[in-house]
C-alpha cells in the first residue's frame, strides 16, 4: 500500500531525494516515518514526521542533513537526504501506522511498509 521511490547510487556528500505515495489512503493527518536497513545491521528509524501539527523528528545521526516532508496535494511524503555519506547507504522503507491523527509512533505500530528503494553511497 505504500510506494517508495528515488534511490540510486551517489558519491559521498551528494543528495536524494525519496518519495513515499500510498494506494488506499490519503496522507493528510497521517503519520509516516522512513526506515533504513544495511547489511548485516538491525532496522532503523530515520525520520517522521506525525499526523496531528506535521511535527518532524530525527535519527541523531541524521539531523541537518535529511528532511522529512509532506505535499498533501501530491498525497506523498518526502525524504530529502543532502550530505550524504557512507553510512547512510541501506535500503530505505517508508512506513505508516494504521491510523491517523496520532503523533510519531514507536516502530511496532507500523503496520503499512513500502517495498524498500536502495540507495548507495560510494566513490
Known amino acids: 500500500q505504500l510506494q517508495a521511490s528515488g534511490g540510486g547510487l551517489v558519491q559521498p556528500g551528494g543528495s536524494l531525494r525519496l518519495s513515499c505515495k500510498p494506494s488506499g489512503f490519503s496522507l493528510d493527518h497521517h503519520t509516516m516515518g522512513w526506515f533504513r536497513q544495511a547489511p548485516g545491521k538491525e532496522r532503523e528509524w530515520v525520520p517522521c514526521i506525525d499526523g496531528i501539527d506535521g511535527l518532524t523528528k530525527y535519527v541523531e545521526s541524521v539531523k541537518g542533513r535529511f528532511t522529512i516532508f509532506r505535499d498533501n496535494a501530491k498525497n506523498t511524503v518526502y525524504l530529502q537526504m543532502n550530505s550524504l555519506k557512507v553510512e547512510d547507504a541501506a535500503i530505505y522503507y517508508c512506513?505508516?501506522?494504521?491510523?491517523?491523527?496520532?503523533?510519531?509512533?514507536?516502530?511496532?505500530?507500523?503496520?503499512?511498509w513500502g517495498q524498500g528503494t536502495q540507495v548507495t553511497v560510494s566513490s
Open positions: 512506513a505508516a501506522p494504521r491510523f491517523s491523527y496520532t503523533g510519531c509512533v514507536p516502530e511496532d505500530e507500523y503496520v503499512y
